[in-house]
């Protein structure tokens, strides 16, 4: 909350430092009650929290001119910007400025659409919530400011606190975010509110406060979202957002917020799309081998040096291919998803293949390619992978992937029976092919990268993929899939210019992001973007004119042989020929899914009533997460994320809240009818091997 006065005259220089000497003499007759609050204060955050206290113990701030004006407030001139950070009254100013601030909303947005002809009983169930939506939705009036009562709000800077104050004055806040990068002002906070009145709010059950202090804008996203994991996804969409002054630091943690928030609100998954993974992945097992870590020490150094393509199928890949081919003998390809057929039909054959949509679909494009092709490629997948994938590959091996029911039960029941290999989740390899291939990349060790037709977007809606993918045929799109409809962002260009993404692109494009900040902390490598789509942030843009590739002649076959010895082995043995129902648990699935559907009922009134019952509920499935029914928590999570959502959403959308949540209700139901279908699902467990249908067979020019 900067003050905004600046002082133009040598008058108003000399009128100012006669005032901040006044301010540092009151500050002075003042030093033992502010000293006490101080300390009061810190012994405060030193029983609940430690770390805080801790931090501040022996702090020594840099920005030394604080002073108290006459209101008896403390002020602080700021050195970097030449002004007070706040004007002569700062309380009034805080009360002013929250005024205006719950009059206009500053919140975080995500609108859910009906999906049609889906066959999976989450969207079944979803669809039915939408449809009370709009019906329960008749007749009531938008709400414009502020509710009295907020599920979730980010404060943006928290400066002495006087706008926190005020702001917890007039409205209540169930999860509370605070973010503060400069300590300094963290510290004179101690001096200047009582924070008992905060931290007893907090100190209830349903409610929670976070502070985030002295960290940068990425790591502040990176934590909130850990954060965001255990209060519920499901606030995320629904969150308010308070900017409590300007400050290169402050705009730089809203920029990366915004440009992450797709982690936040995608990837949620269902409960069909978990059940189809325990079935096809118990199905996979025996088939295939699964990647384990036990270290890259013996790795030979021209293996990990040896520059990898990752190839996708975007209009890129035309610009570039002919530049693969001369590099080819030196290069390790790796080739993602639909682009295998692209490949076939230039005359290349990748080293790597790899896929990780789970559906059918997935596996019917090899049915154009024929097998002594596939058999020169090393096929790699995850756990929820159809089982036909691995049929079409001589070798083939498996990662598991994170958040997966399968993944839980793979890990568990090897543990279980004293199995104490490292088995490798592969973080960030969602939602796209490209995701997976940089996993595995991170996980081999590879130190040169080269992205090329990963565009993640596209400069044309008629041009979305390879010109000789599947997606067209002569020189026409195929049929098999449209983006002229499709809703798509604006995102900076790799080399200038604007592309043009759908949800899913951008998505794959933050995830890219987030592994790349890890695997750029490696000393030694490096990676760089050829694809003429978007900016990959983190990676360096690099036109195909100015690629050099100098590295010797590889030896392929013997590549492909070192990784497959050093990262994956036989699937444990325990979970061969395994029923999914025997491994499932529905008893206890059942005692969670009865707990779910209890507790609305005519003595829920409020916001803030459904908000705590959604939690309760969340936590309910949240702390399986620890427990050996982990998979029970991968299985639930996601389809209630969608409905606590959906439900939050509907109360907040509208002024009358008593009406907004009698008719609520109607959305509850609907999550409770699918929670009472789901354990007949689970019963049947080993059937959810997806059958597919005959679009892609019909319309993909592979």
């Known amino acids: ?63 030394r001119h604080i002073y108290m004006e006459e209101s008896g407030e403390l002020n602080l001139y700021r050195d970097d910007v030449g002004v007070p950070l706040f004007s002569t009254t700062p309380r009034v100013q805080a009360e002013q400025k929250v005024a205006r601030e719950l009059k206009r909303p500053n919140k975080t947005l995500l609108n859910l659409e009906r999906t049609e002809n889906h066959p999976s009983r989450h969207v079944h169930y979803s669809n039915k919530m939408l449809d009370q939506i709009a019906l329960q939705s008749e007749g009531l009036e938008s709400q414009s400011a502020w509710p009295e009562f907020v599920g979730s709000t980010i404060l943006f800077g928290v400066e002495f606190g006087y706008q926190l104050e005020c702001l917890l004055a007039q409205r209540s806040i169930k999860h509370l975010y605070l973010y503060e990068e400069d300590l300094d002002l963290f510290y004179y906070s101690l001096f200047a509110i009582d924070w008992h009145n905060i931290l007893d709010t907090y100190n209830r059950d349903g409610r929670t406060i976070h502070f ?50 797709a982690r936040q609100v995608m990837g949620w998954g269902f409960f069909d799309d978990a059940l189809i993974g325990i079935a096809q992945g118990l199905r996979s097992l025996p088939k295939t081998k699964v990647a384990h870590f036990q270290g890259r020490e013996n790795l030979p150094k021209w293996l990990i040096n040896t520059p990898v393509f990752i190839l996708g199928n975007g209009p890129s890949l035309d610009q570039g291919i002919e530049l693969v081919k001369d590099v080819r003998d030196q290069v390790l390809v790796v080739c993602c998803g639909s682009t295998i057929n692209t490949l076939k039909k230039l005359g290349v054959t990748p080293d790597i293949h790899v896929d990780i949509e789970r559906l059918k679909q997935t596996v019917d494009k090899f049915l154009f390619l024929d097998q002594d092709y596939l058999d020169k490629i090393w096929g790699l997948s995850v756990d929820v992978m159809h089982p036909g994938l691995f049929d079409c590959f001589k070798r083939s091996g498996m990662g598991l992937k994170p958040g997966e029911a399968i993944t ?101 494009r933050v995830q890219l992001e987030s592994l790349i900040r890890q695997l750029n902390q490696r000393r030694n490598f490096a990676s760089f973007n050829l694809s003429d789509g978007a900016k990959i942030e983190g990676v360096t843009p690099l036109s195909l004119d100015d690629l050099l590739i100098m590295d010797p002649q590889v030896d392929h076959a013997k590549a492909i042989d070192i990784l ?78 969608y409905s606590a959502f959906l439900i939050v959403q509907f109360i907040f959308k509208y002024e009358d809240e008593e009406e907004a949540v009698k008719r609520a209700r109607h959305l509850f139901e609907p999550w409770c009818e699918f929670l009472q279908e789901m354990p007949s699902m689970l019963q049947q467990a080993s059937e959810y091997v997806d059958q597919g249908n005959d679009h892609l067979i019909t319309y993909y020019n592979g």
């Open 1 to 63: 909350m900067q003050n905004e006065d600046q002082f133009t005259s040598l008058e108003q220089a000399e009128a100012f430092a006669n005032m901040f000497q006044r301010g540092a003499e009151r500050l002075r007759e003042n030093d033992q009650a502010l000293t006490d609050r101080y300390l009061k204060n810190m012994t405060l955050f030193a029983e609940v929290m430690p770390h805080i206290f801790e931090s501040f113990q022996q702090y020594q701030p840099t920005k």
């Open 212 to 261: 985030f202090l002295g960290v940068s804008p990425e790591e502040f996203t990176e934590k909130y979202l850990r954060q965001l994991e255990e209060n519920g996804y499901f606030m995320a969409p629904e969150t308010y957002l308070y900017v409590s002054y300007t400050s290169p630091e402050n705009d730089q943690a809203i920029t990366y917020f915004k440009k992450q928030y």
């Open 408 to 508: 839980s039960l793979i890990l568990n029941q090897a543990r279980t029976h004293g199995d104490d290999k490292e088995y490798v989740q592969l973080n960030y390899c969602n939602p796209v092919v490209a995701n997976l291939a940089l996993s595995y990349v991170h996980l081999f060790g590879f130190n040169n990268v080269y992205f090329l037709g990963v565009d993640n977007g596209f400069k044309d809606k008629t041009s979305h993929h390879s010109v000789h993918s599947g997606y067209y045929k002569d020189g026409k799109e195929s049929g098999f899939q449209t983006f002229e409809e499709a809703k798509l962002v604006e995102r900076e260009g790799n080399f200038g210019g604007t592309i043009y993404a759908t949800g899913m692109m951008d998505t794959s």
């Open 564 to 641: 497959e010895a050093t990262f994956f082995t036989e699937p444990p043995e325990c979970l061969l020929n395994q029923s999914a129902e025997a491994l499932i648990s529905v008893e206890d699935f059942c005692k969670v899914s009865q707990q779910l559907q209890q507790g609305w009922d005519d003595t829920i009134t409020t916001r803030e009533q459904v908000c705590d019952l959604l939690w309760s509920h969340h936590r309910n499935i949240y702390f399986l997460k620890g427990s050996v029914h982990r998979h029970i928590y991968d299985l639930l999570i996601g389809s209630f994320t």
